[in-house]
């Protein structure tokens, strides 16, 4: 185009917005809508069969009161050869949050956009749509994510808070029984972090700092939690691994304990695909003053030839045809990079392959402890907990009251704001994604009312930098029961002083 102020032209999905009544019947329709899925009295007329039971069950769980979000119907027209995919939001409509009593939902809002781009659009707004689409779908994921370690996490904590007040079985039971749980525990840990990874990734934001990190405990945290791989199905399948442990002690490291797990892990997998028929794997510690850390991971598996060898870290490479991603040691090779560090591969069929990993020592010393422990005196507070997602709610209060606190959960804003008038509070925790009122809109609100209640942001998301100054702090999902006492104690302390 000769105007170069029209070279760009930015083209916006449609949104589809209905409202159906609680019985399933829609009552209005935007003209979006009624080209796509048309005006006819059955809604979902271009559905598949099975979509369409699908669709009215989301809209059958939103008249109950529940919010159903990231739905994907492919929606089948006349003019196309090909389905167009669509994404579907079913939110429940309640009547005003001032009402005397709770009310059954009166209407159900639906509302999405179609998941392809018009014929008109360039290459780059193809591609910008679509990752903008990806980006969306992947922090809602990441949110229930969140939610789900939380309740894994708190559930652990709490298991392991009951076993140590029991008497004893035996030593060695204890033992196993608490390193199982320990196990449980890193993984979630494990886990909720590389979700946050993947949020600061689609935010673009910076990676934390790099720690101080000891290797030799890194090795021995994957070696259990890949054990049911590499010993206890194996067995099952009448297949004997054998490992070969062998750890001297290293220097510390800087970096990212989450990081390095997931880079043994992915060896420790791979080198298990490799040896279907049994062998053996060995894991090895060194440090020498000319090549730093060096850690090795071999197998006696299958080996691979050259001309795989030498593509084995490339983006979406893979031998395993649909049963691999070919990221694994994508990923792998990046991390070890992240960290400054070397990976090298060796490998002869029929014989098996070797990963040679290096990386430089710290040059500083470890951080002094601090000391901060949880406060020497215990006081009870009375907590409100405000958060949509039933197991949240429950094991955060189930890990509070075992600690002597007084905990009154509920399960939406309009509801906790309720309680806050009703009941005194010494602190509230609050969810910030939450249906009919977010968790800053709580916030602000409650501000009004009782100015001086210190209010705790627990949230699995994420962009909260506007609203961060309505509240006294702010915690990640999934939380550890000591950091929620730390902040009862300096919070309620401050404003009891």
Known sequence: MDDASESFVSIEPALLVATF????????????????LGASDEPWIHLQDQDRTLAEQCVSEAAQGALVTNQIFPVHSADRDE?????LNFLPVHLPSDAAELHEVQAITVSGEVLAEPTSWTTSQTQRHRLEVLGRMTMGIAHEFNNLLSGILGYTQLLKSM???EAPDT?????????HLDTIEQAALDGAALIKRLQQFIRQEKRTRFEHVDLVSIVEDCVNLTRPYWHNEPRRQGI?????????????????????????????????QAMPKGGTL?????HDEARGIWMTVEDT??????????????????????????????????????????IDVSSTPGEGTRFDITFPPATDSPPTPSGDGPAPDHVAARILMVDDEQMVRSVFAKLLSV?????????????????ARDNGFDIVFVDQAMPEMSGDEFARTLRTEAPHLPIVLLTGDADITEASALFNAILEKPFHVDEIEKTIHRLTQVESG
Not at 282 to 286: K, P, T, W
Not at 332 to 340: F, P, R
């Open 83 to 87: 389905p167009l995919p669509v994404l």
């Open 403 to 419: 600690r002597g606190h007084a905990v009154v959960s509920a399960s939406s804003g309009a509801e906790g704001l309720q309680h």
């Open 301 to 342: 598996g299958m080996g691979m030839p050259e001309s795989v060898r030498e593509h084995i870290f490339e983006p979406l490479f893979t031998t395993k045809g649909e049963r691999g991603t070919g990221m694994g040691l994508a990923v792998t090779h990046g991390i070890v990079q992240e960290h400054e560090g070397t």
């Open 171 to 179: 030593p060695s039971e204890r033992s196993q029984s608490y390193q």
């Open 282 to 286: 060995a894991l090895r510690l060194r």
């Open 163 to 165: 076993r140590a007040s």
């Open 21 to 36: 009544l609680p019985t399933g019947r829609p009552v209005s329709r935007n003209d979006a809508w009624r080209h796509l």
């Open 240 to 272: 004997t691994i054998d490992l070969e442990l062998d750890l001297e002690e290293v220097p510390p490291l800087l970096g990212s304990a989450t990081e390095l797990r997931e880079v043994l892990v992915n060896l420790v997998l791979n080198a298990v």
